[in-house]
């Protein structure tokens, strides 16, 4: 290691810090790549991360002198900005109280993040190794959420976002007879990134508020497009997913009914998605919420229905008029008689509550002729179509000929 201009410059295979020791001092990356290795209590070395320049490593010795509960070591030639434990607390006590209060809290909060599986299984005891390990990775995980969710803000405002819709298509007719609207993120550098990835980042950090309002606006725009190329005015219904911090916001009524006058879709065009898990923690807000908007006209859905909880008495409970049977049990109903018995029930269950059924995830002709003859009404699907942008689907509507099922 050599100090030039109070940057400390370590060359590649050089250790920067070891596991044991009493730390004194934390670094920030300015140059360089670092890997972070746990000494097991077998005596094997796992690698548990790297960093690379922004990030700090050994930050934990700023808030104590616990030894060291990792060796990093340099992977690159590396050039580290030194921030001692005197010089943190010195900036720290200068620092508006209110900052220093944050950074104080933040930081024991953190050790107690890399403790916390030891704290749990032995309170007071020092954590091993594979506790560390464990509590690195959920750093890591952290870290990689949040510079997901910055990059999802972002996206969104750069425009990165956008709809596919996929048909739903009416099993007695064939006919389309609504769309469902999947958001797609296409990330400059990483290209497509799935909605399973990006959805729960952004419900976590509260930007799905956002993202949501804005997909049922366009979604709202698309479906008065697709209804005047095609010449089926309010024949359509547009189907929108909603997460539970949706629901929780105050104003979430007001933006509703906002969008559909400015767009000029009536309510009853317009169904909401939600989860049976949404229902469940958030019950008294979702139902007061719900009744207004099936009051309004609105169509209530349970997505992925039959998968969340084993209690059929929230039914009853909420205005719901369609349950989406889900994907897994559609995709399994041919090898699999519980899970074709399972759709049977629910379709059944759907019938004696006047409720309206879709089936998800239709793949082929013969899932599909199960379904019409198990009396389900509606299904969407790859076999039907795939969810698509909005500049292929008034093709697909003006020419829709169902396939053979
Ligand atoms: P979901 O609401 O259950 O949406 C249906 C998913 O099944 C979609 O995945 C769709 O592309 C896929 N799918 C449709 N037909 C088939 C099929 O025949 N076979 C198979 N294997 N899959 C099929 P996608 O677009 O990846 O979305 C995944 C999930 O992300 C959605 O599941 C939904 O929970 C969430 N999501 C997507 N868009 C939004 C949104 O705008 N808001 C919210 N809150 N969640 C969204
Ligand atoms: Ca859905
Ligand atoms: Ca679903």
Redesign the pocket.
């Known amino acids: 290691m050599e100090t030039i201009n109070s940057q400390k410059i370590f060359r590649a295979g050089e250790v920067i810090m070891r596991q044991g020791d009493i730390g004194e001092c934390a670094y920030v990356i300015d140059d360089g790549q670092v890997e972070i290795l746990i000494e097991k209590t077998n005596g094997l070395v796992q690698r548990v991360g790297t960093r690379g320049p922004g990030t700090i490593i050994g930050e934990m010795s700023l808030v104590d002198d616990e030894p060291r509960t990792a060796t990093v070591k340099a992977v690159q030639d590396c050039k580290l900005i030194e921030i001692s434990r005197g010089d943190f607390n010195r900036r720290l006590k200068s620092a508006d109280p209110v900052i220093q209060m944050i950074s104080q809290i933040i930081l024991t909060r953190y050790r107690d993040m890399l403790t916390r599986a030891a704290i749990f299984k032995d309170p007071g005891t020092f954590p091993t190794p594979e506790d560390l390990e464990r509590g690195f990775v959920e750093q890591t995980n952290a870290i990689e959420t949040i510079k997901m969710a910055n990059e999802f803000k972002t996206a969104m405002e750069k425009g990165e976002l956008s709809l596919?819709y996929?048909p739903i298509i009416d099993l007695s007719t064939g006919r389309i007879e609504g769309f469902?609207?999947?958001?797609r993120w296409i990330h400059p550098e990483k290209g497509f990134i799935?909605?399973?990835v990006f959805?729960p980042v952004a419900e976590d950090s509260g930007l799905?508020i956002e993202?949501?309002r804005w997909?049922l606006r366009e979604s709202c725009k698309a479906l008065k497009r697709i209804e005047s190329h095609s010449g089926k005015d309010g024949k359509m219904f547009m189907s929108?997913?909603?997460?539970s911090s949706d629901f929780a916001e105050e104003s979430f009524l007001d933006h509703l009914y906002t969008i559909l006058s400015e767009t000029d879709v009536p309510a009853t065009q317009v169904h909401l998605?939600i989860t049976e898990r949404l229902l469940m923690t958030q019950p008294d807000n979702a139902k007061d919420t719900l009744s207004l908007c099936r009051k309004a006209g609105l169509g209530i859905s349970i997505?992925?229905f039959g998968t969340g909880y084993s209690s059929l008495s929230y039914l009853h409970y909420y205005p719901i008029d369609t349950l989406k049977v889900d994907?897994s049990f559609v995709r399994n109903m041919k090898k699999d008689k519980t899970a074709k018995e399972l759709v049977k029930s629910i379709i059944a269950l759907g019938h004696n509550m006047n409720m309206h059924t879709i089936a998800?995830?239709?793949?082929d002709a013969e899932e599909a002729a199960m379904l019409r003859e198990m009396g389900c009404a509606s299904a969407?699907?790859?076999?039907f179509a795939?969810?698509m942008p909005e500049s292929d689907i008034g093709k697909l509507v003006m020419n829709w000929v169902a396939p053979a099922f």
């Open positions: 596919n996929q469902e609207a999947l958001m799935s909605p399973g959805i799905i993202a949501s997909a929108v997913n909603f997460s998605e997505d992925d994907q998800e995830g239709v793949e969407q699907g790859y076999y795939k969810p």
